[in-house]
């Protein structure tokens, strides 16, 4: 699938690979074509993705051929146990954690599982977990901490689901209390925002000590759509509002809320999935081994400042 | 005459004199003005609590000249030059700011619940819908920071929305940031008693509000996470009538009690009696 300002680029792409189809002894200019047009589509992409538009990022962020949590684990992984359960009242199929292995460290791996096919989407509840995601998730870092082994969270969700039974269990709560004990854990947590950053949905598992976020990925306190709607009485507005709400990396990381960002290839994760894995893991595998030299205290104290920092207001005399 | 007028909605009859009865939003009786203050606008027909200002709600719960509000001249920040359809946010949050009288949603400071010395946080739901942005997560914190100091408890009174929009990604974190707070008085084995009024949604019910030792909520009160049509449109079905009410949240294991106006004060003083053996 390819969104409509890549058409152009979905053309070349169809032409070369045609030209490709085509014996190089047959036609002396093959090479010498299928080079231009090579030329000619990196820096179209170039173009297109140094342009655009913070709507336009949010369709990316939701590409359906862009990596998803199963993904990175089977790209960064070398080992991972899932761990089922919340010990209250089931096993949520949008948000899965268990232990893994990133090159040589062990932890707690935990993240939110889209699905890309339909039955895989409707199995994993389109990647809204409902309260029973969050308090595994929270049974998963205390046992972390247990153990001494860091968190590493992939966030991909476009919301905490909004439902009758996840009301009924909870789910202001659920998410609440991770926000709360999170603050208070002794070991690294490392948060990567891959995709979707469905507000407090992303939040529940996403208080890190080092916080990164894919150049594409989006994180919000409201999808463009509901602002829209509220605030501009249509959700036909939401690229207006996704403007006003300042939702990229690159807005995140000016206003102080994620640490870094992880770039992705040309085009985007979704055309080149192996490499933006690659980087991911690279960049995990850094702040794990900065975070790993800090002290307990020093990491809950530093978390702690890190997000009183945020929005921090000084009295005004008036 | 904002809360009559607006509770009322509708012109009064003409035969009544205009301002010596309220209506009760709920069963629309008519209550002799007089009465209906002095019971803190709880109505004596129906027992519809109605939402209290910051400063009705100081003078339910504190001590009478007790109160000793900090961090007043914490203003609205706008880290995202935001404007909507409508205009600037600079523009909306001075509107509301000369609407209130009030410099954010909450109102903090120390006072005494019969002579028990504690550390309030109170929301205000007028101001901006009692929204959860960079300002009123400050004053939170810094609330929680001063009961820590003074090793004290902490009561925050919830009413609100959600999180403010206009202040985006920024508002978000304020939930990360209060927990912070919290859970510092947590680790102390300080008190943090929190009461949920009318009506605490979204990104306050899914931070603070909902993490109290004690979590208390008035009758009736509104209480969730999102909002009933949200709800609604996602399952396609129609949600019963007490859903989300303190009544339903209480029945569902999230509250200790629902209590009274008229019997809150009392009962406060007696969970911090018990909540404080340690520290006094």
């Not at chain 1, 862009?66 to 949008?94: N, Q, T, V, W």
């Not at chain 1, 040309?266 to 999935?273: Q, T």
């Not at chain 2, 009413?159 to 707070?181: D, F, N, P, W, Y």
């Not at chain 2, 102390?188 to 008693?193: E, M």
Request: glycine content about 8%; overall charge neutral.
């Amino acid at each position: 699938m390819n969104l409509e300002f890549e058409n152009e680029l979905a053309e070349i792409e169809a032409r070369i690979a045609e030209l490709s189809k085509l014996d190089s002894k047959e036609y002396p200019q093959l090479n010498k074509d299928l080079g231009s047009l090579r030329r000619k589509m990196k820096s179209l992409t170039k173009k297109i993705y140094d342009n655009l538009s913070p709507w336009d990022t949010v369709r990316i962020a939701r590409h359906p051929d862009r990596p998803l949590f199963k993904d990175y684990i089977d790209g960064m992984c070398s080992e991972f146990i899932e761990l089922h359960g919340d010990r209250r009242a089931g096993d949520d199929k949008a948000l899965i954690g268990g232990f893994a292995t990133i090159d040589k460290h062990r932890v707690m791996l935990i993240g939110m599982v889209k699905g890309r096919n339909v039955d895989e989407k409707v199995y994993h509840n389109f990647g809204m977990p409902n309260p029973e995601g969050y308090r595994k998730a929270l049974r998963l870092m205390k046992l972390a901490e247990k153990y001494g082994l860091p968190i590493v969270c992939l966030v991909d969700t476009p919301a905490a689901y909004p439902g009758k039974e996840a009301e009924e269990r909870g789910q202001a709560e659920a998410i609440a209390r991770n926000l709360t004990e999170m603050a208070n854990l002794e070991v690294p947590i490392v948060v990567v925002v891959t995709g979707e950053g469905g507000s407090g949905g992303a939040l529940g598992i996403a208080v890190g000590d080092t916080i990164l976020m894919l150049r594409y990925a989006v994180y919000s306190v409201i999808p463009p759509e509901g602002c829209a709607a509220i605030l501009w009485r249509d959700a036909e507005m939401a690229p207006q509002a996704a403007d006003a709400l300042k939702i990229t990396a690159e807005s995140l990381l000016e206003l102080g809320i994620i640490d870094d960002i992880i770039d992705e290839p040309p085009g985007g994760a979704h055309r080149d999935p192996e490499t933006t894995i690659a980087r991911t893991k690279d960049a995990i595998i850094a702040a794990l081994q900065r975070l790993k030299r800090q002290s307990s205290n020093r990491l809950r104290d530093g978390r702690y400042n890190k997000f009183a920092r945020m929005g921090r207001v000084k009295q005004t005399r008036s | 005459m904002g809360w009559f007028n607006r509770s009322a909605g509708k012109k009064q009859q003409n035969e009544i004199p205009e301002g010596l009865f309220a209506v009760c939003p709920r069963c629309k009786a008519h209550i002799y003005k007089d009465e209906y203050e002095s019971a803190f606008k709880v109505c004596p027909k129906c027992n519809h609590h109605e939402r209290l200002t910051a400063a009705e709600r100081i003078s339910l719960i504190i001590d009478d000249g007790t109160f000793r509000e900090f961090n007043a001249g914490i203003k609205p920040n706008d880290p995202l030059e935001f404007r909507d359809a409508k205009g600037t946010y600079r523009q909306k949050a001075d509107d509301a700011i000369a609407k209130t009288g009030l410099n954010e949603a909450v109102v903090t400071g120390s006072g005494d619940i019969h002579g028990i010395r504690a550390t309030f946080a109170i929301m205000d739901f007028r101001f901006l819908g009692g929204s959860l942005a960079s300002a009123t997560g400050e004053k939170i914190l810094l609330a929680a920071e001063h009961a820590l100091r003074m090793k004290r408890a902490l009561l925050i009174f919830s009413a609100s929305g959600g999180a403010r929009m206009h202040e985006g990604i920024v508002s978000l974190m304020q939930m990360a940031k209060t927990c912070a707070g919290i859970a510092r008085l947590d680790r102390a084995g300080l008190p943090y008693i929190s009461i949920m009024t009318d009506p605490t949604y979204g990104g306050v019910s899914a931070s603070y509000a909902t993490v109290g030792d004690i979590n208390l909520a008035e009758p009736g009160a509104l209480i969730g996470f999102a909002g009933r049509r949200v709800i609604e449109q996602t399952i396609k079905e129609k949600l019963p009538d007490d859903f989300q009410t303190a009544e339903y949240l209480l029945e569902h294991g999230f509250l200790d009690a629902i209590v009274n106006r008229s019997e809150l004060k009392q009962y406060l003083h007696r969970i911090l009696q018990y909540s404080l053996g340690k520290k006094v």
